[in-house]
């Protein structure tokens, strides 16, 4: 009784879920889910409602982080004229979710004990401001990502300072985020200049745009810098292949 129960929940569950993931803009989200070739797949994590949106301020954000957030938050309401005199809301912020798809196991058979425990890297630490606390803002008619980052005190790399895989990171996933406004994609080259350490615990701003497109090839440049952009941090450049995501969930 208690288990029949329970899979009629659980199939309440997905179908609450699978509409959440409908109703959610950015192409990442919106994988094809009844796609022929992949059984069962992206499905967030979502007890009940929705699930939750990390990139929401947090008691930790120190009043830079809320500055920027203020700021890059009041654009997602500026309307822009749009061709035809129609309006248009050209940036947006980006929902956090501590994983992009729940459920990814088409032909990749993961252990059900992997499959569960499967974070985002950048979500996985559950207690607020030890990590990366960050939102994510896209312009999609400039073609543009801005990442505020307000970073913890768990990525020490040298003493009081941030460590350079954890600014890798944070670049992938600004870049990574610009470069999946039209589908998915795969980093394929990564190239980092560490001009200036970051504190930890300091606020840190990370603008990315497209460079230019060649077929598949998104090339994209990002630079890290101080709230007041007075500091430059860290600059890279990344390449960005789209790829057909059934194949990656197919494990081919
Ligand atoms: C929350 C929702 C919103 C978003 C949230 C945040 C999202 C972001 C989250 C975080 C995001 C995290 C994201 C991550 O962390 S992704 C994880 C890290 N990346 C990987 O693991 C990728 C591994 N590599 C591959 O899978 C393949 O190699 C890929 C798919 C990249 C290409 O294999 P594929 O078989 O498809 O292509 P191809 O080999 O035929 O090559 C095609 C063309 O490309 C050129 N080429 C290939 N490689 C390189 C290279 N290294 N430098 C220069 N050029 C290169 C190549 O010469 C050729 O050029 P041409 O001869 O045609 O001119």
Redesign the pocket.
């Given at each position: 009784m208690t288990r029949g129960l329970g899979r009629v929940f659980s199939g309440f569950k997905r179908l609450v879920t699978l509409s959440v993931m409908w109703s959610m803009k950015?192409p990442?989200?919106s994988v094809p889910l009844r796609s022929p070739s992949v059984r069962s797949m992206a499905v967030l994590p979502l007890p009940f409602g929705k699930p939750k949106d990390l990139s929401l301020p947090n008691a930790t954000w120190g009043p830079e982080m809320m500055q920027l957030y203020e700021h890059y938050n009041s654009l997602c309401k500026v309307e822009v004229e749009a061709e035809g005199g129609q309006k248009k809301v050209p940036w947006k912020r980006?929902?956090?979710?501590n994983r992009?798809l729940k459920y990814a196991t088409g032909g990749v058979y993961l252990s059900k004990m992997i499959q569960s425990k499967a974070r985002?890297f950048?979500r996985n630490i559950r207690e607020p401001g030890a990590a990366f606390e960050y939102a994510?803002f896209i312009n999609s008619e400039e073609e543009k990502c801005v990442g505020i980052w307000q970073v913890g005190h768990l990525l020490e790399g040298p003493p009081g300072h941030v460590h350079g895989g954890a600014i890798a990171t944070i670049i992938?996933?600004v870049t990574?985020?610009l470069a999946?406004l039209s589908g998915a994609?795969?980093?394929?080259?990564l190239n980092i200049n560490y001009r200036s350490p970051i504190q930890l615990g300091n606020t840190v701003v990370v603008e990315s745009i497209v460079d230019k497109r060649?077929?598949?090839?998104k090339f994209i440049s990002c630079k890290v810098t101080s709230p007041d952009g007075t500091k430059l941090h860290t600059e890279a450049t990344a390449?960005?292949?789209s790829?057909d995501i059934n194949q990656l969930l197919l494990g081919r």
């Open positions: 950015h990442m989200y980006i929902p956090g979710y992009l985002l950048t994510l992938d996933t990574g985020c999946s994609v795969m980093t394929a080259n060649e077929g598949r090839k390449l960005f292949l790829i």
